[in-house]
């Protein structure tokens, strides 16, 4: 629905109020993506110009499905597919094939958001469902994880293999993520947690620098522009109970460890505060971040994976119309609250 | 929110809000001025909530200014007064601010009147008993100037079962550029103090609290300075955020204590009256002028010469843009009353009323039109809104006209303050949806 607005001459006639606030969701989502450009950039310093390729596949595959199918003829506009192809794109291994980010982003794109109704309709994270589908259709490439190469130029893997083809042998040198090491490697080997800040590591693209995720994080949260609540208390969560079951004996992993590997804080700060996926009001993030948090450590340490914040968030996103009905505000005038009067306080 | 954190003033306020930019440096320091006298008065029979009053003149009836023209129609109505001297021209239907047409006195004002008010013996207040009071407060026709214009006779009679304790005077001033409330306290601080003491004489009480939002610390200062040593009158900075003066925000901010939903604010024992209404009820028994004209706040970036402004109601828009210089090129639209809940003009014959305490013209600049996008589920719309609503499951269900239950979820307590409109990032017009929505309920619940 539009508000009514004619226009006689030059005046305007609208309903109140008829200030508003700055903050548009294009804004929002438009500066959602300039943080990410340092993330983007590291990944790029790091993993050499596959990263880049890989970025612009998952993209490509965001944003043609969204003009393609999108209810709104100028939804691209809006920012929220770019999203959704940088967020996908981050989360690949540099040497993924193009053809598969692509097909990833299509099915982000399509299958989590348009069949829903589009922006502001879907239940879950386009982006993290993109990946999801991808680690179900293709398993070995998506944990196929190059190293740091010598030669920048090098591309990390085979990002030109065709579709239905098997996989030419890649001549990348391939290692486990810190992870992966702890948990299924034959000799464990802890990575310096300092490393882990850096990005020095082996992983997905955005997996990569805890560092500069949290600077865009917390440069969107004083903008307003994420709901700090939802990071907050998954990191909390995350470092709580892995911190308990460290010390129970049940845990190979540091909560420091645990805080500053894997995708956690890509998931943390930028898949998890997905504002459409999200509860609205600010208890139910708390529920939503310590749940989300439980989850990743229990997936971690006793799951079949090495790592779990993408089912740990996809699986709260499908909750979060629960959450929110549980958590409605409490009526105005329904407080027995019998506070002191201000004004016998004062003056 | 981190913003917000930084906001916090520490002085008593209510919980949600928002903070509109300001824009009261525009007029605020600028004294009030007498609007000359237009050439023709329009007063609409409905300037207040209740039945339109009832026409006591014809047309070629001479009248002088402060008389009588229309007398109330039952218990919630109010009188209306010639605000000029002149001659009746005609009754009938003209633009009213509100939106349609509506019976309306048109006085041709006599250009050579000294425009004095008939002599009027005036009863000494202190002498009259206490429902006299209030006889006398309707037929000078006072409503409440903060923008509802509830007869204010009818609220100094609270239901039996709920008296009042204390009085809370609003000299908030929320919304963003009115500034004549706050002219009035700096200009008219007697005046404020005179009808807080009749007001509290007739509801037989001696508690008073003045509320003030922090920006006004020359008000502050001057209604302290200037409160009787005899009464229980005390001065309550506020917190600067809107809406700190809507009657439920300011019990809270200044009680600690929420009205129950649905209740009116004696429902806890307090009752809320404007600074501008008590000075005008001091002035009936000073000078027996009964309410005719007010300050009011011309501003915005769209007129000339802004400035805080003594209209008699009934001059029309077009009157007062003329005496304040005319429109800016950019003129973009013009309101009646705050940017937050004030109400767009499409005429400029529409005359100003009681309840209109600022005409703002906004620029192109200060009233963007953007897009509407779809709601992204941000949860803005929940951490602005004053009452705790859930404004953005209320504008999903608005939008496919499952009106019970909104009802359902408090669409009752929505005060349409536009918090809600104001800060969602997808432009949704939640408040106009909610006002929409209230009307289409209550012809449900009527059919
Ligand atoms: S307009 Fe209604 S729903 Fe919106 S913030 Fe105000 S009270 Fe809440
Ligand atoms: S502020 Fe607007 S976009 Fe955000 S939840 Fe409310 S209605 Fe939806």
Redesign the pocket.
Known sequence: MKAREAKHGTVKITAAPHVRTADSTTRIMWSVVLSLLPVVGASIWIFGPSALLVLVASIAGCLLTERLFGERGNSLADGSAMITGLLLGLCLPAGFPLWMAFLGGVFGIGFGKIVFGGLGQNIFNPALLGRAFLQAAFPVAITTWPVRSADWWALRGDNFALPFMSPGASDAITGATPLGNVKFGDDPVITPLFDLFLGNISGSLGETSALLILLGGIYLAIRGHLNWHIPVSILVSVFAFSGLFYLLGLSPFSPGFMLFSGGLMLGAWYMATDMVTSPVTNSGCWIFGVSIGLLVVIIRIWGGLPEGVMYAILLMNALVPFINRATQPRKFGSASDKSEPAAEKGS | MVSRLLQTSGLPSFKNGVHPPENKDLTSAIPSRRLPFPAEIVLPLSQHIGRPAQALVKPGDRVERGDVIAEASGYISSFVHATAAGTVKSIEHWPHPAGAMQPSVRIEVDPHSTQLQRPRLVPHWDEVPEEQLSEEISKAGIVGLGGAAFPSHVKLRPPEDQPVDVLMVNGCECEPYLTSDHRTMLERPEHVHQGIRIVLRALGIRRAVIGIESNKPDAIEIMRDTAPGDLDISVQPLEVKYPQGAEKMLIKAVTGREVPSGKLPSAIGALVQNVATTASVALVFETGQPLIERIMTVSGRGIRQPGNWVIPFGTKLSDVIAACGGLNDDAAEIVFGGPMMGQSQASLDVPVLKATGGILVLSNDECKRQDILPCIRCGK?LE????F?N?QL?GALARVDRFEEMAENNLG?????????YVCPSNIP??QL?AMSKIQLSRLQAA
Do not use: I, Q, R, T
């Not at chain 2, 602005?384 to 009452?387: D, F, H, K, N, R």
């Open positions: 719309c602005a809104c004053p009452v609503l404004p209320m307590d929505c005060m349409l303050c536009g918090c809600c409109s939640l408040s909610f």
